[in-house]
């Protein structure tokens, strides 16, 4: 194997690290931003029944 050949090798490897490393992101934020909506649920939860008012829930 020559030193292109390698250097190709060794750039797709990282081009795939660098994808699964996206990947594994956008997946950390959705869970996020999951867990983000269920406290504002709760909060607007406490809140409609502090004022005695209907709950607004936030749908994602």
């Given at each position: ?11 797709a ?10 990947t ?25 029944e ?11």
């Amino acid at each position: 194997m020559d030193n292109l050949q390698l250097i190709a090798d060794l750039c797709a490897i990282i081009d795939q690290q660098n994808m699964i490393i996206q990947t594994q992101a956008m997946e950390l934020a959705q869970h996020d931003a999951l867990t983000h909506a269920e406290e504002i649920n709760t909060i607007r939860q406490k809140y409609a029944e502090a004022i005695g008012g209907p709950v607004e829930k936030l749908e994602v």
